[in-house]
């Protein structure tokens, strides 16, 4: 438990720090954009802001997510960080679209931008979010995953920038500079389109995509006395910690005891798929069922 608290506690910290690395830039960033009239630094500004806003809520509702069951939830508030991701994800499509929508004017009549100033912020965007991703890499929770996944698609947005802004330098191709900017979005959005479909998978309490309920069943009725199981539910509160509840029936003949037994033989042969709740019924093979 401690070893689990720690780790939600460095998740936090390194949220924090990245949120306020990216909040000092994007504004530095919409300062930018307008001076270099780039429309490419401006569509990053705005997904950087989101981005922002995005670390902001993840570093609350992370750090939300970390207090204990009570009686409102039974099952603590862990699935709040997944509410982060979910709301995250829907911020970061809001931006993507916006900017498109205003890309596309200047793909029709280009404006001239100022190509040295868009390799200077290229750059200095390049190093910041470097070093918020490198903050967060090593997070496992799910919301953790899904901001440092945006913000390691600003560093290569920024690459593609620092690319551009080096040709402008020695080519008049204003055109380019739109181009880059409803490409990074598009490619964003396809992103974040998947991120989406794993948050909703899991907020609908889908079997995690790294468990096989056939594997567990085999795994039961392997166990000396176990006729047959049922009712086997499994879900994860947040993308990292699981739930698994199952029905299992045993021979008529089976002592209180030897119940005692398999249900700690059932919780040994689970503790390989590290579940944090793990909830098991004993039934009898007439149908009665014994609380052990």
Known sequence: MSHSHSHHHDTSKNIKTAFFLNLAFTILEIFGGLWTNSLAILSDAVHDLGDSI??????????????????????????????GALINTIILIVGGLFVITQAIPRLIAPEHANAPGMVLFAIVGILVN?????????????????????????????????????????????????????????????????NLR????????????????????????GIEDVKSTHHIHIWSLDGEHNVLTAHVVVDEAV??????????????????????????????????????
């Open 54 to 83: 995005s670390l902001g809520l993840a570093w609350y509702l992370d750090s939300y997510a970390q207090r204990g069951e009570d009686d409102r939830f039974s099952y603590g508030y862990r699935r709040f960080s997944l509410l």
């Open 130 to 194: 470097g070093a918020a991703v490198l903050r967060l890499k090593d997070s496992q929770s799910i919301n953790a995953k899904v901001v440092a996944w945006h913000l390691l698609e600003d560093v290569l947005g920024w690459v593609a920038v620092l690319i551009v802004a080096i040709i402008l330098l020695f080519v008049d191709i204003p055109i380019l500079d739109p181009i880059l900017s409803v490409l990074i979005s598009l490619y964003i959005l396809y992103n974040v389109v998947k």
């Open 198 to 221: 794993d948050t909703l998978a899991l907020f609908l309490q889908a079997v995690p995509k790294d468990i096989e309920i056939k594997i567990i069943k085999d795994q039961l009725l």
């Open 255 to 292: 002592t209180k005891e030897e119940i005692l037994c398999i249900k700690g033989e059932v919780r040994e042969v689970l503790r390989d798929h590290d579940f944090t709740h793990i909830t098991v019924e004993i039934e009898y093979g007439d149908g009665d069922c014994a609380m052990g």
